[in-house]
C-alpha cells in the first residue's frame, strides 16, 4: 500500500511554480492574487491565510480583502470590478461558501473570466467541458489528477467512481476523468444513488468528495483501489491542541489496508489545492501579459 504524499508532489508543484514566478520578476512582471473572504468563519480565515502566506513565500503580490459577514451583495460585487480593473492582480479568489444572503453564482459571474483562478465562471466550465486548455479548472480536481500521475496510477479504461457532484469538485473531477488527457471510465455517485457500497466496489479508482467524516468505509473498497480523499471535516477532539481533528471522507484505518493506494488528510489533497491555485494564477498571469 502505498500513501500518495501530498505535501511533497504539492512541494515540486511549487518548486515548478517558484521557477515561472522568478522568470516573469526578471522580465519585470510580479504575477498577483486577490483573496475575497466574505464574513469571519474561522475555517475559511485558516484557508484564505494560508493562500496569501503561500504567495509571500514564492514572490507574488497578494491582497487580502475581507468584508463584514452582513456586506451587500453590491459591495461584493464593487470589490470584484475594482479587482478586474486592478492590473497588479491575475487572479481573483472569493472564499466559498460566502454567507446565504450573497448570491454566489452573480458573484462568480462578475469575476473576469481571465482572472477566474478558481475556473468557477462559466466561461471557465465550458472551456474545460471542450477541452480547451487555455481555460482554468478549478485547484482541488487539478490537485487531485497531479497526485495519480504522481503516484503512477494508469487512469486509461480505469473505472473510476467520483463520489460528489458539487460544482468546485465532484463535477470537475468527473471532467478531468474522462477527458482525453485521463481517458478513464466515469461514474458520478451523489446522496441519492442506489446501492452506492456495491457501486464503488467496481471501481479502479475512487474520488470522495461528500463532506461527510468517514464516510467510505471498507465494504466500499475492492482490494487494489486507488482511493482519493478530498474531504476536510473538523472533529471535535479534547485531546487535540486545537479542540478539532481535520478528517477526511475516508475511514483511512479500515480502507488503507485494502488500497493499491490513498491519500491522507491532512497531507493529501488540500496541499495540492493550494499549489494547483498558484500554478494558476501564474497561468493567468502569462495570458494577461503576453509573458
Ligand atoms: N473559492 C474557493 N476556492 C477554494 O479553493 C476553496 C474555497 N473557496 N473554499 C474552501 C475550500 C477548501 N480549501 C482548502 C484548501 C487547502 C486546504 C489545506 O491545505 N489543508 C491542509 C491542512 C488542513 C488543516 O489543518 O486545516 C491539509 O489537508 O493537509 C484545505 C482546504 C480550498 N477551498
Not at 485531546?239 to 493506494?261: F, H, L, M, Q, T
Request: aromatic letters at 2%.
Amino acid at each position: 500500500m502505498q500513501i500518495i504524499d501530498g505535501k511533497l508532489v504539492a512541494s515540486q508543484v511549487l518548486e515548478e511554480v517558484k521557477g515561472d514566478i522568478d522568470r516573469l520578476k526578471a522580465a519585470g512582471i510580479t504575477p498577483g492574487l486577490a483573496v475575497v473572504l466574505v464574513g469571519d468563519d474561522p475555517a475559511s480565515q485558516v484557508y484564505v491565510n494560508s493562500k496569501v502566506k503561500k504567495c509571500g513565500e514564492l514572490g507574488m503580490h497578494s491582497r487580502k480583502i475581507v468584508l463584514p459577514a452582513d456586506a451587500s451583495q453590491e459591495e461584493l460585487l464593487e470589490v470584484i470590478r475594482e479587482l478586474n480593473a486592478d492590473a497588479s492582480i491575475h487572479g481573483i479568489l472569493v472564499q466559498s461558501p460566502p454567507p446565504p444572503h450573497i448570491d454566489e453564482a452573480a458573484v462568480v459571474l462578475e469575476i473576469d473570466p481571465a482572472k477566474d483562478v478558481d475556473g468557477f465562471h462559466p466561461e471557465n466550465v465550458a472551456k474545460l467541458v471542450m477541452e480547451d486548455e487555455s481555460g482554468f479548472v478549478p485547484c482541488t480536481p487539478l490537485g487531485c489528477i497531479r497526485l495519480l500521475k504522481a503516484a503512477g496510477i494508469e487512469t486509461a479504461g480505469a473505472n473510476a467512481v467520483v463520489i460528489g457532484r458539487s460544482m468546485i469538485v465532484g463535477k470537475p473531477m468527473a471532467h478531468l476523468l474522462m477527458s482525453k488527457q485521463s481517458n478513464a471510465t466515469v461514474t458520478v455517485a451523489h446522496s441519492r444513488t442506489k446501492n452506492l457500497p456495491e457501486l464503488c466496489r467496481s471501481a479502479d479508482i475512487i474520488v470522495a468528495a461528500i463532506g461527510r467524516p468517514s464516510f467510505v468505509t471498507a465494504e466500499f473498497v475492492k482490494d487494489g483501489a486507488v482511493v482519493i480523499d478530498v474531504g476536510i471535516n473538523r472533529v471535535e477532539d479534547a485531546s487535540a491542541k486545537r479542540g478539532y481533528r481535520i478528517v477526511g471522507d475516508v475511514a483511512y484505518d479500515e480502507v488503507a489496508p485494502r488500497c493499491r493506494a490513498i491519500t491522507p488528510v491532512p497531507g493529501g489533497v488540500g496541499p495540492m489545492t493550494i499549489a494547483m491555485l498558484m500554478a494558476n494564477t501564474v497561468k493567468a498571469c502569462r495570458q494577461q501579459t503576453g509573458a
